[in-house]
């Protein structure tokens, strides 16, 4: 399974764009980039997903570069409602259960 | 995506009792998922439970400890067996709709006393 990295914490104000690195340096090929959202006291929610390159979707972007060793979840003009935990995972084919690694509480200001 | 919902949505209970969650999805999926969230921490997946077969359990997990049902497409429970204050968790089932994207139910918050 391949390990993810990512910051423990990250902060920011409303409006802001927001840029969430996460590290995979050993990911198979088969695996996708897959980022996950958790609000407290609420399951995730997926957010995005992408095998390289650039992914948009109406929440979020995410950037995969051809090596695919990591991946950055963009988050435009951020707000409140935003505070959350992110989850970067590497998600394969073969294995349907999720690996959660410690995740990136991002907060944001007023 | 499908609507998951779980029962109950929170419990308090005594040290050496068992509780049962429920796990009900508002569609027919193959495979259904139970997690652990610990206060403050990521998840940990505890098993896979497949319709009509025997769930498959993680490391560190155990079938007598965490018994599994899944009796149907729609529907599984799981059973935190003898339970301690070590079992204070957030538990969560799963289901995927397709292999890369799984969709959760908003969690079983339990506190053993």
């Known amino acids: 399974l391949a390990k993810t990295t990512q910051p423990i914490s990250m902060d920011s104000y409303e409006g802001q764009e927001v840029n969430i690195t996460c590290s995979h340096n050993?990911?198979?090929?088969?695996?996708?980039i897959t980022w996950y959202q958790q609000f407290p006291s609420q399951g995730p929610r997926f957010i995005i997903q992408?095998?390289?390159t650039k992914v948009t979707n109406e929440v979020a972007s995410l950037f995969i570069p051809a090596d695919r060793k990591s991946s950055t979840l963009s988050l435009p003009r951020v707000s409140l409602s935003d505070t959350a935990v992110y989850y970067c995972?590497?998600?394969?084919?073969?294995?349907?259960?999720?690996?959660f690694g410690s995740g990136t509480r991002l907060q944001v200001q007023p | 995506s499908a609507v998951i919902s779980q029962k109950p949505s929170r419990d308090i209970c005594q040290r050496g009792t068992s509780l049962t969650i429920q796990c009900q999805v508002d569609?027919?999926?193959?495979?259904m998922f139970w997690y652990r969230q610990q206060p403050g921490q990521s998840l940990t997946l505890i098993a896979t439970?497949?319709?009509?077969?025997?769930?498959?359990?993680e490391s560190g997990f155990v079938i007598d400890k965490f018994p599994i049902s899944r009796p149907n497409l729609t529907f599984s429970t799981l059973t935190v067996s003898n339970m301690s204050p070590e079992d204070s968790s957030i538990y969560l089932c799963?289901?995927?709709?397709?292999?890369?994207?799984?969709?959760f139910g908003p969690g079983t918050r339990l506190l053993v006393l």
């Open positions: 439970a497949n319709q009509g077969s025997e769930a498959t359990y």
């Open positions: 995972l590497a998600v394969g084919t073969g294995r349907r259960a999720l690996t």
């Open positions: 799963s289901v995927d709709e397709t292999q890369e994207t799984q969709y």
């Open positions: 992408g095998y390289k």
């Open positions: 050993n990911i198979a090929t088969n695996d996708y």
């Open positions: 569609s027919q999926v193959t495979m």
